[in-house]
Every structure is written in structure tokens, then in C-alpha cells.
């Protein structure tokens, strides 16, 4: 039994078990992660009858995102993977999104300041990103996908919304696992913290 969390965009929590979601929940609340987070792995857990015993791995969406988020969802898995004493994957949240397409797909996630996090898939695998940039210097390649696009439709027309996927993290975490690939915890953050942005950024 897998619990999966991300908080690079929406915070979201899945409980997943040989491949079925037995429970999710998702909410979308740019500054509220610590105040819901802990609440939702409850909620979660609940629903599934299940409890932190039960749990055998823990997999965490590690971004691109804003630092205070994304902080709080690392936090939260590494603290429970020593309480439960479980082991922590780590996996990058567009990798989340750009799994569910099959061809060509671009993930543009919201960067502030003006900017978007993207990285490029071909049938759900990432070959290119992840990236900062600003969305005209995007090189995006077939279906665009993103809360991030959908700020700047003139950038990425026809582009849809999308959210990482906690399920969908523990898919690419066993498909990297096999591969052999390290699954570390260490954010992804591709600049500094906001706090230090540029003054009228």
C-alpha cells in the first residue's frame, strides 16, 4: 500500500494499492498547504480503512514549484516515512502530468514572476526539462497541458488544464525504480526562493 502526495500545484493525496486508488482527495488552495495537508492524508486514510501501519512506501511529487508548498509536502512525506518507518520516493511533479498523454506533450506549470516550469514528454516519458523560462522561450511540442499554460493563452493556445496526478507519481516511481534510477527527496526548486525575486518582478 502506497500513500502518494504532491503540493507543487493542487494538494493532492492518494492511497494506492497494487495499482488501484483506493482513496484521493484534492484541493486546490495556493496557500493553505499546511493548514490541509495533514488533514487530507487523514481524510485519505479514513476512507480507505486504512491506517499509517498499512503503509509500505511513500511517494512525493518533488516539483518544480514555489518554495513554501512544495516545502510543506516534502516535509510532511520525509516525517511520516520515519514515523512509519517506510521508505520516500521522490519523483518530478510535471512527470505527474505529462504521464497520462500519449504522443507528444509539453507541461507548463505556473512559475510566478512570469514564468513557467516545463518539461517535455514523448507516450508519458520525459525527454526535455525540467526548465524555468519565460512562456515565449518555451519550446512546446504537441499537446500543452498545465494551470501554468492557461495563464498565457497567447503563448500556448488550445492548451488544457492539468494537475500532478499522486497516483500517477507512483507509477513513474516504479517505472524509475526499475530502471534503477535514485528516487531522492531534494526539491526541485530551478531558482531561488521567491523571497529573493527581483524588486517589481
Known amino acids: 500500500m502506497i500513500l502518494a502526495l504532491d503540493t507543487s500545484s493542487a494538494i493532492s493525496v492518494a492511497l494506492v494499492y497494487r ?17 490541509l495537508l495533514s488533514g487530507l492524508v487523514r ?9 499509517g501501519g498499512d503503509i509500505e512506501r ?9 518554495f513554501t508548498g512544495l516545502r510543506v509536502g516534502l516535509v510532511t512525506a520525509r516525517t511520516l516515512g520515519r514515523v512509519w518507518g517506510v521508505p520516500v520516493d521522490g519523483v518530478c511533479s510535471l512527470d505527474a502530468i505529462g504521464a497520462a498523454w500519449a504522443g507528444e506533450a509539453t507541461v507548463a506549470a505556473d ?16 525527454v526535455a526539462g525540467p526548465e524555468v523560462a519565460k512562456p515565449g522561450d518555451v519550446p512546446a511540442m504537441g499537446a500543452v497541458v498545465g494551470r501554468g499554460a492557461l495563464l498565457y493563452a497567447d503563448e500556448f493556445p488550445g492548451a488544457v488544464e492539468g494537475d500532478p496526478d499522486p497516483a500517477l507519481l507512483v507509477a513513474v516511481a516504479a517505472r524509475l525504480r526499475e530502471a534503477g534510477e535514485a528516487l531522492c527527496t531534494e526539491p526541485l526548486y530551478l531558482r531561488r526562493p521567491d523571497v529573493h525575486g527581483v524588486p517589481g518582478a
Open 19 to 35: 495499482g488501484q486508488v483506493l482513496a484521493r482527495r484534492s484541493e486546490f488552495h495556493p496557500r493553505g498547504h499546511a493548514e
Open 43 to 51: 481524510e485519505v486514510l479514513d476512507q480507505a480503512g486504512a491506517s
Open 58 to 66: 511513500i511517494v512525493v511529487g518533488t516539483g518544480p514549484a514555489p
Open 111 to 126: 512559475a510566478r514572476r512570469r514564468e513557467v516550469y516545463w518539461a517535455t514528454y514523448r507516450d508519458g516519458v520525459r
